[in-house]
């Protein structure tokens, strides 16, 4: 004899934390989904495994300074780049940086 077991649901937080993010999400889904509660209660589920899988796989969010983001940021514009002109058959390479060059020459 076959037993039926219920759906897996993810637990934890809900309506025991009413101040956080997700006992809000919980509240706000039950008044919006017009099918009912139980859809509602799957719904924040998702939303909380979501969130649970990209903390586990990325690591907690961690705040950078603004040095960390830009140097970043130019990496992924340079990676972006070389891949954007390496479809139609392009080769881009990095340049040195010219010498500055004085405003007023001397002269000797």
Known sequence: MATCTPEP???G???SAPRSLCGA???AAGRICVVGTPEAITATAHKRARIFCTVRRYG???KR???EF???HRKR????LHRRAKEPGYELRKIGRPEPQPEHPTEA
């Open 13 to 15: 937080g809900g309506r």
């Open 70 to 72: 830009l140097i970043e």
């Open 60 to 62: 907690a969010y961690q």
């Open 25 to 27: 999400c919980e509240r």
């Open 77 to 80: 514009l340079e990676k972006n």
């Open 9 to 11: 649901r993810f637990v």
């Open 65 to 67: 300074s603004e040095e």
